[in-house]
DNA sequence: ACCTGAACACCGTTCAAGT
DNA sequence: ACCTGAACACCGTTCAAGT
């Protein structure tokens, strides 16, 4: 069964599109498809024949996929509104990792997608930019790359192993019962701990899920991870930090 | 240029091939091809190529390339010594995510790939089903689930996050260059914090890279993560373990 | 400047047919 | 049981040629 039936409107050489192709038209019908019926519908040919334009026409706007899903990741993060900017630090890093995890899942296709296979883009810099002024702000010096490190990895980390899909819904429902009926039927010689834990770790565990991250949120763990991380970023903040008692101390740092 | 310019050996149809193929042939040079020469050289094709066969010779031993790939992942994480049984959790979780990334350093190209493409494999819970017992063992209870998953994304979730590779150095060395002279030219009215602490943030920071990580590996980065998480993770323990001052207040928890 | 039409060098997967 | 040979339905990307 052929999934691209609807070939470009027919059309003589060299004439214009009747509504022209613009890059914008090109991110957006690309952001759609890939959103709304999953990174699998999505290939340059069939963004092609979405727009009803040649495969090579892309090609002219855009230089390859790569740089396509950069821009389809532009268009994605944008959407992300930062909190206000005099909230203190820990309030700010919290809501945004929060509201980037909602972006995501509001956006999964999208995001499992873009996060891996885009290319680099020096416009989406404006999150960083912002998130490491808090650091600044928040007393991190030294250590400033390693707190930065640290907050990408808790919220984008956590998201993209939550989003990652074991198995692949797209392979039907079928696939998703066999997963499941796999993990309940494990070995309890084998696996003794899993299996003696199995109704608390079922679908909410990493290792142990048959469902989406979608569909089977991990809520609890990513509050949870986030109240761990932002604890053991205050002690290393307070450990670097002098306090009043210990004045004078920061100055042998440098 | 025809890059599987070999083609299988000639030989008459039904005939055996001189040496049989194994599934464990099929994985072993998957694994060899992945890992020597990258995720963009391996192919359903390109394999059946290496092994002298015929591309549909390969769908009579495994049922499709994400079943490969599952094979693939469970030969790479067997190589994953755990450490000792009897060291006390903390110390036996570090080691561990050491070794997982030290592994994934050993073997990025495989890691890269069969962390995100794999099919779910149930022989791969053998390392799960042990940290699970070790947190059981260190007394993680109602937030087993929690401790656990944070756990995979302080290992996992950082070394996917350190080896996605913006730009692809498969592109050439070039477009390493390139990334590097652009992200030097920063317009510092657009990103102030990035600019002002750049050097400190250069080929270090998460978002701030144009090396591979393999080539700028993270090292002092992950450290202090798992400083921060396994302190927070302590902190979590003390919340819900009753102290001796407070004995008897677990009754209450079920 | 912007697009067509066609080609090149690939993919993953299926299937009847051979031994 | 295990493999061939060929086909099906796709890919991403390039390029001469049109208007």
Redesign the interface.
């Known amino acids: 069964v052929p999934v691209n039936a609807r070939r470009p409107t027919t059309r003589r050489a060299g004439a214009k599109a009747e509504l022209p192709i613009t890059i914008d038209a090109i991110v957006d019908t690309a952001f759609r498809m890939i959103d709304e019926r999953g990174a699998t519908a999505f290939s340059m040919r069939s963004l092609a024949t979405e727009l009803g334009v040649f495969p090579a026409t892309i090609y002219w706007h855009v230089t390859d996929r790569?740089h396509l899903l950069g821009l389809v990741n532009e268009r994605w993060i944008s959407q992300l509104e930062l909190p206000d900017d005099d909230l203190d630090w820990l309030t700010w890093m919290r809501q945004t990792a929060h509201r980037y995890r909602a972006l995501a899942h509001r956006h999964p296709n999208v995001a499992r997608l873009v996060?891996?296979e885009?290319?680099?883009n020096?416009d989406?810099?404006?999150v960083?930019?912002?998130l490491?002024?808090k650091l600044?702000a928040a007393g991190f010096d030294d250590?400033?790359?390693?707190a930065?490190?640290?907050c990408?990895?808790?919220a984008?980390?956590?998201v993209?192993?939550e989003l990652?899909q074991?198995?692949?819904p797209d392979s039907g429902p079928e696939a998703v019962a066999e997963?499941e009926a796999?993990?309940r039927a494990?070995d309890a010689e084998?696996?003794?701990?899993?299996a003696?834990?199995f109704d608390?770790?079922a679908d909410?565990?990493?290792?142990?899920r048959?469902s989406a991250g979608v569909d089977a949120p991990?809520d609890?763990?990513f509050d949870?991870?986030l109240?761990?991380?932002?604890?053991?970023?205050e002690?290393?903040l307070a450990a670097s930090r002098p306090t009043a008692r210990r004045a004078g101390s920061r100055a042998r740092k440098r």
Chains 1, 2 share one sequence.
Do not use: C
Not at 143 to 146: C, I, N, P, T
């Open positions: 790569a996060t891996i885009r290319e680099r020096t989406t810099l404006t960083p930019d912002r490491i002024g600044v250590e400033l790359v390693h930065y490190n640290a990408m990895v808790a984008q980390g956590f993209v192993m990652a074991l198995p692949d997963a796999e993990l494990l084998r696996f003794p701990h899993v003696a834990h608390e770790l909410r565990a990493m290792s142990v048959w991990l609890t763990s949870w991870f109240d761990v991380v932002f604890a053991g970023l002690l290393k």
